[in-house]
Structure formats: structure tokens, C-alpha cells
């Protein structure tokens, strides 16, 4: 994986950070990478700018690893569909968190679980046997355009786990998040105690 400062070598697509606007950066332009975690790449542009790059182009770019996280599948649908090939393996809630703790805020170096952006998590039957989570996520403020960006990554994330048929991720603002919010590990990433 690298870090630091790169020149890229080609256009690169990325999500401006906190509006969640897409836009692709010039080839030639040089990024800093912030913050690599999860599969994900925040980095900030020539112009001061902070950007999550696409998963494909992160990888492509020598910024992650093929072991980090995965892009969901091409048959991992919209959020909410089935797209599991093993909705019907044994059900383990453990790793739904393990899989919910792979997404990170592009800003906070901490995963949404640790980070208390994880409301509520409803597992229920779907009707093709497998697993139907329900799950509302917050972000850290009302206005942030990553919202949609996170529920994507959140939702094909749990989406993977064995037993896991279908995944409906709802963002929330009641109550607002703070950051009383946070785990202990995220208390302790942030430096809080």
C-alpha cells in the first residue's frame, strides 16, 4: 500500500468529502493520502480539498491492498437486494459487526460501530430463508453529503455475510448524533480518556 504524496498517473474518480459530490481529478495532480482504512482512501487535492478515491482506482493506484475490503459485487444489487450467494449458510451477528466495523467515516480514522453511528441492527426472516437486517446508521452531522456513500458501503458490506439475504440500511437524525456516542475503542482511537 502506499502512502504520502503521489502524482497521478491518470484521471481518478473520487467523492468530495463532506458534500458527497463525485468528480474526477486531473491527471498530473498530486494527492496526500490521509487516511487508508477499511478499503477506502481519503485523500487531500492539490487544492486543499478532502476526497475518498474510488475503491477500483484506489487499488489500480497502489494505494490499497487486493486483501483490504472489497467493492460490493456486480450482483450485489441496490441496497435492500438479495445478491448473497450465501444467504443460506448459518446466520453468525458477530460477524455483522465484524463486517459493520470494515466501513470508516472518510474524516474520523475510527469504523461507524466504534464511531456510534450504528443506531439499531433488526435481523428478521426473509421470505427466501436467509436473513433480513434492518439497519439505522446517523453520520456526525446533519449535513453531511456522505450519508448515502456510507449506507452503500454499510449495505454491501453486511450484504457479504454468510446467512445474510437482504440489507436495508436508513439514515437517521433522531437523536443527533455526539459524540457520547462512541465505544470505548473509539473513545480510545480518538484519545478521549
Known sequence: MSTGTLVLPRECLVTLIPEGQATVLRAGET??????LGGTVTVVTESGRLARVSVQDAEELGLTSSAGAEEPSAGSGAPGESGN????APFDYDQVVEAMKTVFDP???VNVVDLGLVYGCEVLEADNG??????????TAPGCGMGDVLAYDLQSRVLAVPGVSEVDVELVWDPPWDPSRLTDAGRLELGFY
Open 31 to 36: 494527492i496526500s493520502v490521509t487516511q487508508a
Open 130 to 139: 436467509g436473513k433480513r437486517l434492518e439497519i439505522k446508521m446517523s453520520m
Open 85 to 88: 450467494p450465501s444467504a443460506h
Open 107 to 109: 474524516e474520523i480514522p
